[in-house]
């Protein structure tokens, strides 16, 4: 066989970093499933807003970003090639529109313009400007990043078009919010890393279809390594199967919370607009029941509806509205929140 024959040579993954990659991936399924929970009334709302859920998405967004800055530092240790980070910045720009196109129509009043994959591709293009820089000069753009907010900041950069910079003041309602800064600091301090502390030994080469003998793992780190060589399809389908599975299991199973906070604030409406105690309490368990049935639970607890909703929640009250007694009198109409019922989602 000739050497224009020969199969080209690759350069075996690392295994550690595609491991750790998929624990921060397993971290971010935990966190997700444990806000569905609470979504969906399994566990208390406030969860969600507790001090370590929120220590806990920036341990695990900090490990996304420096694992980035690491990678990037390992695929081009000679400086940057451009066609390799091109389409891989094309792809995860793309994953990132495919989440904010998401977002707009599951949660309009909180979509994600600036989440982790939007930080990613800002980030990447960050720290190609460093792939050069000796260490130091790295560490100190890393500083720099997360300085500037502390330095630079005002109310000018709430502005829509400089919010991602993050120097405003005030962050937006939006369900995932990483600016470009500090957060690209993260990412130079993982470049940094890749350059002081090489993987040791150096990844080994293999021709294709053949790989070196690996040492003995355990299923739990094999499990993650593979979890970590397809991150991206995972971190766009996951909650697909994780908040699709929790509606269905409150679908047939509906928590006890969430019901008695329907009722609740059902039972307060009705009350205050009138109606009859009597009338109020059955009328309110009926919209509970019916509520859960048609998977309303989590999404009035939204500021919109999409117009599917709506129509449910327009029927469920139909189905409760029964007449109180034999005099005829509808009991009345049961409102599962104080104020008007949410309005429908624009559609995108």
């Known amino acids: 066989m000739t050497a224009a024959a020969l199969p080209r040579p690759h350069v075996a993954r690392v295994e550690w970093l595609d491991g750790a990659r998929g624990a921060a991936l397993a971290a971010m399924a935990v966190y997700h499933f444990v806000w569905d929970l609470a979504a969906f009334g399994y566990l208390d709302p406030a969860t969600t807003t507790s001090e370590g859920m929120h220590e806990a998405s920036h341990l695990i967004a900090s490990a996304f970003l420096a694992i980035v800055g690491y990678s990037l530092g390992l695929a081009h240790p000679q400086g940057l090639r451009a066609g ?33 994959l939007h930080c990613i591709v800002l980030s990447s293009l960050v720290a190609a400007a460093f792939l050069r820089a000796p260490p130091f000069a790295i560490l100190a753009g890393a500083a720099l990043a997360f300085a500037l907010p502390l330095a630079v900041s005002g109310p000018a950069f709430d502005a829509p078009a400089l919010a991602w910079t993050g120097l405003g003041t005030t962050p937006p309602a939006t369900l995932d919010w990483r600016p470009l800064l500090p957060w690209c600091g993260v990412t130079l301090l993982g470049l940094a890393a890749a350059r002081l502390l090489p993987p040791r030994p150096a990844p080994s ?18 499990g993650l390594g593979t979890l970590g060589r397809h991150s991206l399809a995972f971190y766009l389908l996951h909650q697909v199967f994780l908040y699709g599975g929790v509606a269905l299991a409150a679908h047939a199973l509906p928590p006890d919370a969430s019901l008695r906070a329907v ?14 105690q009597d009338a109020c309490v059955s009328g309110c368990k009926c919209f509970a029941r019916e509520a859960a049935r048609r998977g309303l639970l989590a999404a009035m607890n939204r500021t919109a509806l999409t117009p599917e909703q709506s129509a449910q929640f327009d029927a469920a009250l139909a189905v409760c509205r029964k007449p109180a007694g034999d005099d005829g009198v509808n009991a009345p109409a049961p409102n599962p929140a104080p104020g008007p019922k949410p309005s429908p989602k624009p559609s995108p």
């Open 84 to 116: 390799p980070f091109a389409r891989r910045l094309a792809t995860v720009a793309g994953a990132a529109a495919l989440v904010t196109f998401a977002s707009f129509y599951f949660a309009p009043g909180e979509a994600i313009t600036m989440g982790v």
């Open 205 to 222: 080469v293999y021709v294709h279809g053949v790989r070196p003998p690996a040492a003995p793992s355990s299923r739990v780190s094999h």
């Open 263 to 276: 009722r609740r604030t059902c039972i307060a409406a009705c009350a205050k607009s009138g109606g009859p």
